[in-house]
């Protein structure tokens, strides 16, 4: 069923326009989902796949202000019967004046040094438990309970012993069937404020924060020592779940301890006439906006989130000054939560440009140079022991001079030996037709090697004709090429490898994106690890017995990993003598 979508291009698409439509729904946010997933999640970018996010992203909001709007008693089911997500609703004070700004670029810097803090902590936290915990499912399922436990204790603990007890004015008189305040552990008619932070869902903590359901410039609805405990104990608390095994976000909780050191600011300023016209609202969203552009290092698409969000498009200055410094302070610190995460799980996303000591190397000194390559008609057991021994994606086709001829996908020869598309002779003008359709028909989980059924000595014997099925006009390079011009090869093109050739057109190497996300940090020690992985033992065998248990869980360059840089000389120990193979 919808076969003309089974293919890479597409399915990177359907992951863009999830992205926006997850943030559109959350926030509802269409413009900011958009954007969102142009700035944080996609590494490919056309035309096409702008009206076709933004359509996913309209679709999603449309869904979900019809079913809010479908919800209590008086409501139609229409899509213009809801509001924003988190409203403020604005007295007789200004939003801001000039004299606030320098306090919103304060802000924004220790938004970007809280954020900084804050991944850096995580990840920490993420190296532990992927040496300790990640290996055994019942320690991440005990991790989970223990986290939760945590959460309860610290928050009903802090709703009692740091509880303060305020009058709750008429105007701020909960609506019936929407407690925004509770009065736990305080007398009738007075409301604990920190309760109310902690014990409500994260959206109506927000929304409390930046005054959806304060409709007065009021700083008494929560102490200025509430806020200072909530923020500190949430910051840790977010910090402490982000990456378990279990559904945990990020935007909100950022936004939560944002918004409460924010508003506490605020409030500390006028209470001691600093700034005796500062409008609390727009203080709390700065301080939200600028821990959440610290933490993840999004800048447009948040501001745009924001301002849809809000349905408040004059704060948009503001909330875009503060992105950007929240912005370069953490950059000048660390880097952002996505990246870190994305660095974590080995995940070679390319980033938008390159680095500027790209073009001081070259690919001859990235690429991997242990190129296992096949000829045009090729032995069937060379093919299958080749498949068996190593892990590569793709396979340079050349003749028998070694120059190169084409590029053939490791799902295409397993579904040729699959399909015992073999023949008895080397003759390049014979092969057997095979439906295109059938190299397509696992797309996107292939069958392994193992899949294939026992080949027996005579079809060992025969041969694949593979110049029917290979790519005979693949993207390569030049082995003298910058690594930049191979950085913006990949970018432009989504490759996911690239044959590197020298002058007489021989392959010499093969570039991957690990090999050109790790290259950097693995320059220097390239040359010893190479030699120390790639060295025979006496017997002419491959040693693999010093892995580092980095590189063992795969998440090194090609050029680096094993199987993956087995030489031919040690593949023939495999299966009698290699001469013998071809």
Sequence with gaps: IFSEFRNDHDKRDFVSGGAAAGIAGAFGAPVGGTLFSLEEGSSFWNQALTWRTFFCAIVASFTLNSFLSGIGIGHK??????????????????????????????????????????????????????????????????????????????????????????????????EEGHLNFTSWFCPSGTTNDIASLFLGSGEMTVKNLLGDTIPINDPSAFTTKSL??????????????????????????????????????GQLLIDNHVVPDANIHTFALIGAASFLGGTARMTISLCVILIETTANVYRGLPIMLTLMVAKWVGDSIGHGIYDIHIHLKHIPLLEWDPEHPMCEFT?????NPHVISFYQVEKVSKIHIILQKTTHNGFPIISREGILQGLILRSQLITL?????????????????????????????????????????????????????????????????????????????????????????????????????????RSKERKDKTTSLVSTTDDGSDDVSQLPEEIEEGGTPTGMRTPNNLSLKGLSNSYQNYNTIQ
């Design 417 to 521: 030996l699959q399909l015992r598309a073999f023949q008895s002779n080397q003759d390049v003008e014979t092969f057997i037709e095979i439906d295109l359709a059938e190299f397509n028909k696992y797309y996107p989980r292939y069958p392994g090697i193992s899949s294939v059924d026992r080949i027996n000595s005579e079809d060992r014997a025969k041969f694949i004709n593979l110049t029917p099925y290979m790519n005979r006009t693949p993207f390569l390079i030049q082995k003298h090429a910058t690594v930049e011009r191979v950085f913006r090869l990949f970018r432009t093109m989504g490759l996911r490898h690239l044959p590197v050739i020298d002058e007489q057109g021989k392959v010499v190497g093969m570039i991957t994106r690990r090999d050109l996300v790790y290259y950097e940090s």
């Design 363 to 367: 690919a001859e000194e990235i690429m």
């Design 77 to 174: 089911w229409s899509p213009d019967d809801t509001s924003p997500s988190f409203l403020i609703t604005d007295d007789h004070r200004a939003i801001y004046t000039i004299p606030h700004v320098p306090w919103f670029i304060l802000i924004g810097a220790a938004g970007g040094v809280l954020g900084a803090l804050f991944n850096a902590i995580n990840y920490r936290l993420m190296l532990f438990r992927k040496k300790y915990l990640f290996q055994y499912r019942f320690l991440r399922w005990l991790e989970v309970i223990l986290i939760a436990s945590i959460t309860t204790s610290v928050s009903l603990g802090l709703t009692y012993s740091a509880r303060t007890c305020l009058n709750i004015p008429d105007n701020l008189l909960p």
């Design 228 to 265: 200072g405990v909530y923020a500190l104990s949430y910051f840790c608390l977010a910090c402490l779940t982000l990456g378990v095994a279990a559904p945990s976000g990020l935007l909100v909780p950022c936004l939560a301890v944002g918004g409460a050191y924010g508003r506490m600011l």
